[in-house]
């Protein structure tokens, strides 16, 4: 069974994952997926949301979603999120947010 987590992002935003999914032969559901791995493993969240905005629906608004196949890592995850005072949707639009800026896995994948 396939997992959900999802958030708003603008709609410069939603493009720039997809096309940074696709350099890495990555769905953005899939890349989101592997973001939210990645959080429920590091726990980076806390220092992140100070520097990262949350969620703000504006009138272009795009849902984008991750796709996680582990009940754990999303629960992991959800309690991140609740840890440091956020819901799942304001805490997956930050990580996502932190990847477009930090582009943690591109420096992954060159070492």
């Known amino acids: 069974m396939e997992l959900q987590i999802g958030c708003y992002l603008t709609r410069e935003e939603a493009v720039s994952l997809a096309a940074y999914a696709t350099e890495h032969e990555l769905s953005r559901p899939k890349l989101c997926g592997l973001l939210v791995l990645r959080e429920a493993l590091r726990q980076r969240l806390y220092h992140l949301k100070g520097r990262y ?24 995850f959800l309690e991140s999120a609740r840890r440091c005072g956020l819901g799942s949707d ?22």
Do not use: P, Y
Request: charged content about 30%.
């Open 53 to 76: 905005n949350g969620c703000e629906r504006q009138k272009d608004a795009t849902r984008v979603t991750a796709r996680i196949s582990n009940m754990e890592v999303k629960s992991i």
């Open 90 to 111: 304001e805490a997956a639009a930050i990580v996502f947010r932190a990847e477009l800026d930090e582009h943690w896995l591109a420096s992954a994948l060159r070492t």
